[in-house]
């Protein structure tokens, strides 16, 4: 399956580490300002784990669903609507996606589940 992993973090990490390793076709995807994402794109080594080669790292959220059966979101709740509204419903248009964060929207008090009906 072509899964886009949205989110360097640790926890975004593990997941994109383990899909690959379980025989997935894994993209991460970060903001083109990350810094700590192009680091570890250069090094392949966050501190924990070593990223395989043969997962990538595309510093365009937009391009790196554009092929994606599934996206997989592992960044700050407070940041999902606004990433959901970049993205657009017309690029989620199909793809299954997978939260993997906790808590509410602070402004709303909705639930991430929510928050992702609104925008999309």
Same mark, same amino acid.
């Given at each position: 399956?072509?899964?886009?992993?949205?989110?360097?973090?640790?926890?975004? $990490?593990?997941? +994109?580490?383990?899909?690959?390793?379980?025989?997935?076709?894994?993209?991460?995807?970060?903001?083109?300002?990350?810094?700590?994402?192009?680091?570890?794109?250069? $090094?392949?080594?966050?501190?924990?784990?070593?990223?395989?080669?043969?997962?990538?790292?595309?510093?365009?959220?937009?391009?790196?669903?554009?092929? +994606?059966?599934?996206?997989?979101?592992?960044?700050?709740?407070? $940041?999902?609507?606004?990433?959901?509204?970049?993205?657009?419903?017309?690029?989620? +248009?199909?793809?299954?996606?997978?939260?993997?964060?906790?808590?509410?929207?602070?402004?709303?008090?909705?639930?991430?589940?929510?928050?992702?009906?609104?925008?999309?």
């Amino acid at each position: 399956m072509k899964i886009t992993v949205i989110g360097c973090g640790r926890w975004g $990490s593990f997941i +994109a580490y383990y899909l690959n390793l379980i025989g997935n076709n894994v993209t991460i995807g970060a903001q083109p300002n990350d810094e700590a994402a192009r680091e570890f794109a250069k $090094s392949r080594f966050n501190g924990t784990l070593t990223m395989p080669e043969t997962v990538p790292f595309v510093f365009n959220v937009g391009e790196s669903v554009k092929e +994606a059966e599934a996206v997989v979101f592992s960044v700050p709740s407070q $940041s999902l609507r606004g990433l959901l509204t970049e993205l657009g419903e017309s690029a989620m +248009a199909g793809k299954d996606i997978i939260l993997c964060m906790k808590g509410l929207e602070i402004e709303t008090g909705k639930r991430l589940t929510q928050v992702v009906q609104d925008v999309l």
